[in-house]
Antibody, heavy 119, light 106 residues
Framework: EVQLVESGGGLVQPGGSLRLSCAASGFTFINYGMNWVRQTPGKGLEWVSGMSGSGRTTFYADSVKGRFTISRDNSRNTLYLQMNSLRAEDTAVYFC????????????WGQGTLVTVSS | VVLTQSPATLSLSPGERATLSCRASQSVSSYLAWYQQKPGQAPRLLIYDASNRATGIPARFSGSGSGTDFTLTISSLEPEDFAVYYCQHRGNWPFTFGPGTKVDIK
């Protein structure tokens, strides 16, 4: 059974940093691209970042480029999102999401972790 | 690519047919997916590449369309189908989602 468990969310001040983790199990992690998608009541669902199985290919939404860094440790079956220079508009539930064999298509999601950026 | 969904809310009774629309601002070929989301849960993949049902999705869910106009049809609503439905394209980066259609009980 595929499981994706996010951790690392919480309350952080504007300008601060946070690192999200996603522990994956139930599939061969290195074979699949992984993504971070966030959701807010106001802006809906936004695809934040993605990384190929090998880690060689990454992509970022313009809204986070230069501030967020996606990475993965295939030996630990874990995906990360390092978030720096956080802004109020980064407040959202962040989902870890597994690709369904092709880029841009997600077949499994984690339960989400809430990031709140506020002073 | 901007995705527009209509209607914003669809009020129907169990057993009725639901027809949801998604329109893209430019062609996404057939690279369109539909997701269902219930309160407090992550989205669930229903349909990919416009018309292919994901694993375990009941046959009452079907998708159609290509280019810029797409439709998700639920042939006969079950109580568990009342939720929010999102379309999403993967034609080119950035992948985007529509704003959603809420299907609620009439």
């Amino acid at each position: 059974e595929v499981q994706l468990v996010e951790s690392g969310g919480g309350l952080v001040q504007p300008g601060g940093s946070l690192r999200l983790s996603c522990a994956a199990s139930g599939f061969t992690f290195i074979n699949y691209g992984m993504n971070w998608v966030r959701q807010t009541p106001g802006k809906g669902l936004e695809w934040v970042s993605g990384m190929s199985g090998s880690g060689r290919t990454t992509f970022y939404a313009d809204s986070v480029k230069g501030r967020f860094t996606i990475s993965r440790d295939n030996s630990r079956n874990t995906l990360y999102l390092q978030m720096n220079s956080l802004r109020a508009e980064d407040t959202a539930v962040y989902f870890c999401a597994k690709e369904r064999a092709v880029s841009g298509l997600v077949d499994y999601w984690g339960q989400g972790t809430l990031v709140t950026v506020s002073s | 690519v901007v995705l527009t969904q209509s209607p914003a809310t669809l009020s129907l009774s169990p057993g009725e047919r639901a027809t949801l629309s998604c329109r893209a601002s430019q062609s996404v070929s057939s690279y369109l997916a539909w997701y269902q989301q219930k309160p407090g849960q992550a989205p669930r993949l229903l349909i990919y590449d416009a018309s292919n049902r994901a694993t375990g999705i009941p046959a009452r869910f079907s998708g159609s369309g290509s280019g810029t106009d797409f439709t998700l049809t639920i042939s006969s609503l079950e109580p568990e189908d009342f939720a929010v439905y999102y379309c999403q394209h993967r034609g080119n980066w950035p992948f985007t989602f529509g704003p959603g259609t809420k299907v609620d009980i009439k």
